[in-house]
């Protein structure tokens, strides 16, 4: 790829999405403001014609891409090429600084095929397979978001919508359900793809942008333990859900029955939504005596205050920033209302969280300076012993939103970083028992894992997580992480199956270096520069194994496809939740392990093609 050299510069061709040296900078900067999200349901900075003559554009760091300032020196747009061929292949769009959704091309012909909301603006994920700019299917996607979709789907009369988040007859063989159970889902698989309209008219929500959707009303999740008679594994449901929306006439509560999670981070429906009654429970996979009792449909006065935040909410984004701050103030004081009128203490807990929340998402955009204060308010009125697990949350919440206090000063960044490290290492010790303070924990070691130079503080971290969260998910992926921090000249047993279900051996590579590559959708511009320097070294006896870790079968041979592997190729489902990831411990790939002829680990972490380079050079000698 071209750099700069010489006063020439790298110039964006935004229509043709490459890299050459033909224009002024600032041409690709009126190019690079007037672009947009494939998906357009995203709130995005657009400067005003006056702001857009002095926004700036530099080329980033690495000389990979193109950076566009506003006159506040906050980002507002970055086009990269993220896997060093020369052409974009990612468009990162900002708000307040702050990156909130991406279009990504990962095969490298120039069209996105994947789109992502990042930070405040949620979790989705969405697979454009056939590159049409329409979401094919749901790479991840949270239960609330799954709940907003419906809303919006009904509003819209768009079934298409409606049945990429509802449960689908591939989706119901991964749950690998009893046969009993598995007829009766699939039966309601039916239902949902025929009985749309009929929904859409029972609802009645009035079409157009005034539906609105204000959250997903929900006791906690449950976990049904795999047994060989209903479920082969767990299950992870909420059961008798429901969502709460308004269409500017009037505001209903929607029945949305059950969800269940397919993988992580990625829900699915499985009932047809109608009106709530709460004579009409829905129940699917925890039976009515064992299940939490519901939450009872929220109070005309609580109902009311939910309208008031939410209209107030959709108003911020409209008004001058100096009249933000206010404005928030307005939102948080009607969920402190809210709290003070709710009927159960999960309820209250619940709206705890989301005031945490609230005040975490303003500061983030650098909208309400008063959230330090608030937040230091707010966790010592829950700071009180027995109330530890909701404690741990805000405090969480808290020092994040001191982080982003200290990023908008304008000082030292890596000082606020390491601050922000400081305190989660303080909050994780303090709260040491709560799932939060695990939690906490496994972050400190996931980044003193990319910081150190030595092993021992992530291994410190990550085995306080083993042994805290013992026989828990947690607990599990950090002993695969302490696993592979210490295989380095170790005979590692790893067993699984390849794509067919064939099982899989390393044993059975005795003799070669077998490379293991693990790797998804969203690293697959990395993987097509692996792979050249794997080719270089077949003839040294390499021996390539690719360990795929998309979620979802249909994801796995979407990436598997695009990437064209000729290798050996593993897989079981869940992402970096999966048998493979949590064997290993991996929370960012790519990552690869090398194996040598004498069936020992030779060298673990390895991140990138230059890396591999490096190790291959110096053991083939």
């Not at 964006?12 to 600032?26: D, Y």
């Not at 699939?186 to 959707?213: R, T, Y």
């Not at 040294?540 to 190729?569: H, R, Y």
Request: with cysteine; aromatic share 8%.
């Amino acid at each position: 790829m071209r750099t700069i050299f010489g006063g020439s510069i790298l110039f964006l061709f935004l229509t043709g999405l490459v890299f050459a040296q033909e224009s002024p900078l600032r041409a690709q900067l009126e190019q690079g403001l007037n672009y947009r999200p494939v998906q357009s349901d995203t709130v995005i900075d657009i400067p005003s014609e006056q702001d857009a003559k002095l926004c700036e554009i530099k080329v980033s760091d690495d000389k990979r891409g193109l950076i566009i300032l506003s006159p506040q020196k906050n980002t507002l747009r970055v086009f990269s090429d993220a896997n060093n061929d020369g052409r974009v292949d990612q468009w990162s769009y900002f708000q307040n600084g702050v990156e909130v959704y991406r279009d990504i091309d990962s095969n490298g012909n120039g069209k996105a095929d994947q789109y992502r909301w990042l930070n405040n603006a949620g979790t989705r994920w969405g697979i454009d397979a056939n590159e049409d700019k329409m979401i094919d299917y749901w790479k991840e996607i949270s239960a609330e978001e799954v709940s907003r979709e419906i809303v919006s789907a009904l509003a819209e009369n768009d079934v298409a919508r409606f049945l990429r988040v509802a449960l689908n007859e591939e989706e119901l063989k991964e749950l690998t359900l009893g046969e009993s159970l598995n007829n009766a889902v699939a039966k309601k698989i039916a239902a949902m793809q025929n009985g749309f309209a009929d929904a859409v008219q029972s609802v009645a929500l009035k079409n157009g942008n005034a539906v609105e959707w204000y959250q997903l009303n929900a006791v906690l999740p449950g976990v049904v333990p795999s047994n060989d008679r209903s479920n082969r594994k767990d299950l992870f449901v909420y059961e008798n859900a429901m969502t709460t929306a308004g269409d500017g006439e009037k505001t209903v509560q929607i029945a949305i029955g059950t969800l269940v999670k397919i993988a992580d981070n990625n829900w699915r429906i499985i009932d047809l939504p109608k009106i709530y009654d709460e004579n009409q429970l829905s129940y699917t996979f925890i039976l009515p005596a064992a299940a939490q009792a519901s939450s009872a449909p929220a109070s005309n006065e609580v109902v009311a205050l939910m309208n008031e935040f939410q209209e107030i909410q959709s108003q911020i984004p409209k008004l001058p920033a100096e009249q933000r701050p206010a404005k928030h103030k307005e939102v948080i004081s009607r969920i402190i209302r809210i709290i003070a009128k709710v009927s159960t203490e999960e309820e209250r807990e619940n709206w705890m969280r989301q005031l945490a929340d609230t005040i975490m998402a303003a500061t983030s955009r650098n909208e309400f300076p008063e959230g330090g204060e608030q937040m230091e308010t707010l966790f010592k009125t829950v700071n009180k012993p027995g109330n530890e697990e909701l404690a741990a949350y805000i405090r969480g919440q808290q020092i994040m939103t001191d982080y982003y206090l200290a990023m908008q000063t304008g000082g030292d960044n890596m000082r606020a970083y390491s601050k922000w490290l400081e305190n989660l290492e303080t909050m994780a010790t303090e709260f040491e028992k709560t799932d939060a303070g695990i939690e906490g924990m496994m972050q400190l070691a996931t980044h003193r894992e990319m910081s150190a130079r030595s092993t021992e503080e992530p291994l410190k971290w990550y085995n306080k997580v083993a042994q805290l969260a013992a026989g828990k998910p947690l607990g599990e992926k950090a002993k695969g992480a302490i696993r592979r921090l210490t295989a380095t000249g170790k005979e590692i047993p790893f067993q699984t199956t390849d794509v067919s279900g064939k099982p899989f051996d390393i044993v059975a590579l005795k003799g070669k270096l077998a490379l293991l590559c693990f790797w998804d959708a969203s690293t697959l511009s990395s993987l097509t520069l692996i792979k050249p320097v794997v080719d270089k070294f077949t003839d040294a006896g390499l021996q390539p194994i690719s360990v795929n870790l998309d979620a979802d079968p249909q994801t796995m041979k979407t990436s598997v496809a695009q990437a064209a592997l000729s290798w050996t190729q593993l897989y079981t489902p869940g992402g970096l939740e999966s048998p493979n990831a949590v064997y290993w411990g991996i929370s960012m790939p790519p990552c690869m392990i090398l194996y040598g002829k004498d069936g020992k680990v030779i060298q673990t972490n390895i991140q990138s093609a230059d890396e591999l380079q490096q190790v291959m050079t110096e053991i083939t000698k």
